[in-house]
């Protein structure tokens, strides 16, 4: 069940309500308010208390800055004043999303890792996770996926202990995932991943990850 | 509050192998001096002379090497500030022209607001709507067509890195690449050296562009914002469909264009790692391809 909230000029009224409901929203609000909160404020408001909310803004091709709404406040889409021919089917373009992302998030609760950066979480299955590397530069780690290679401020030792035994230290600087290994080279001490992708194994790790391999398979 | 060892001195170093391998041959020959010119004949004096000779050799080559090295990094500096120059300069042009576009337009439109009123005046509304349709609402068309958002750029405060993103985005649209343009609030790059920022931004649009380019319909978005007190920086682009091994791309001559390219990842990755502050998220969905930069407040 999803209530959905339309904002173009009382933005505290809708605070109050979302406040009072628990239930996840899909919020049409209109960029420019003329009121003390403009509909940026009020979209991070809605955001804390909604998380998992769905946020549509309204506005004019000049104001358009679609990139920077996702990023602030992960915004769904945008709807333009100036097309008003366009409006209907974008009303249901958006429902229609709003619908299929509810229901898939509801029907699999993947294990997954989330990278903390300030008030932004980018979260990613750990099925999807193929390594995590510490990189050249000792305060950072990255974390390798098939669409995906980003850096954050961490220590491998520190997110080892997070995951579970899928994951294997295989070298100082390496933690993969052995379900997306692909094959081993001994000698070279080399893991090739799904994606081609390589990490380095240590030999002293090299004995811990053909046993578990061996039980796991 | 740069984090970096200051760039003269780390180039400055680059120039110590070649000083160690002068080193070596001197003292290879040195010894080969000392032990031969015993065999053959030489007198003390004359091995001990030799010796002196090439000390001195040593010494001037080294001095010789360093002044070399210094002067090459000097030109390469010289080299990129007129660049940057040249930049402005382009930059300078284009929001020039777009000013005298928009005079011209203030000019027409008494024009029409005269035309228009004596038409209202004489309650002639299909003279009106023929004059509307015919005269005035195409000229609207033809006033936003060359404008893509090279205003926006006006929120960036540093010079270097205005100069060179516009340069790459004229560059781009020239190339028919729509271009999306978002930079809502005034930006203040503080944490990071504004040179190997720029470096990397162009590495990034170069990509982008080469990329979008190979599409039927090539996209190319900048974002920059503030994030609390971090810098972000978003640029994405659409790409013909296929599989990218994201470590691929960052490896040293691995370019789509052929061989002898490729360098641009690379450096870029170089530069990144230096900083303890900036972190990047490389990720595509779909057929978009993003770059995503964060510089955060030390």
Known sequence: ?217 | MIKKKSSFISHTAEALPLIGINLLICVIIFVFNVVMGQRVGYTPQIIIFNCALFVLYFIISTIMIVSIFKAYIVKAETTRKQESLDNLMEYTSQIESMYSDLRSFKHDYTNIMLSMAECINERDLTGLEKHFSENIFPLGKELTQGDFQLNRLINIHSPELKSLVSAKLIYAHELSIDINVEITEPVEIVFMDIIDLSRIIGVFLDNAIEAARETLNPTLSFTMLNNHDSIVMIISNNFITKEINLDEINKLSVSSKGSGRGIGLFNAHKIISHYDNVILDTHYKDNVFTQNLEILAS
């Open chain 1, 1 to 217: 069940m999803i209530n959905v909230y339309i904002c173009e000029d009382n933005p505290h009224r809708i605070l109050d309500s979302v406040k009072q409901n628990d239930t996840v929203g899909l919020y049409f609000l209109d960029i420019d308010l003329k009121t003390d909160m403009n509909g940026m404020v009020l979209a991070r408001e809605l955001r804390k208390l909604d998380p998992r909310g769905f946020i549509v803004f309204i506005t004019s091709h000049s104001e358009l800055s679609f990139v920077t709404f996702n990023f602030k406040v992960e915004a769904l889409d945008y709807i333009l004043k100036d097309e008003p021919g366009k409006l209907q089917s974008k009303i249901r373009e958006c429902i229609f999303n709003v619908n299929e992302k509810h229901t898939s998030f509801n029907n699999k609760i993947q294990k997954n890792f989330v990278i903390k950066i300030k008030d932004r979480s980018i979260v990613v299955d750990y099925q999807d996770i193929l390594f995590f590397e510490t990189s050249s530069n000792i305060h950072k780690v990255i974390l390798h996926s098939k669409e995906r290679k980003i850096e954050f401020i961490a220590k491998l030792k520190d997110i080892e202990v997070q995951l579970d035994n899928r994951f294997y230290r295989c070298h100082r600087s390496y933690l993969v995932n052995k379900d997306n290994i692909k094959e081993i080279d001994s000698a070279a001490h080399i893991i090739t991943m799904n994606n081609g992708s390589t990490c380095l194994i240590s030999s002293r790790m090299m004995k811990g990850l053909k046993a578990s391999l061996t039980v796991s398979r």
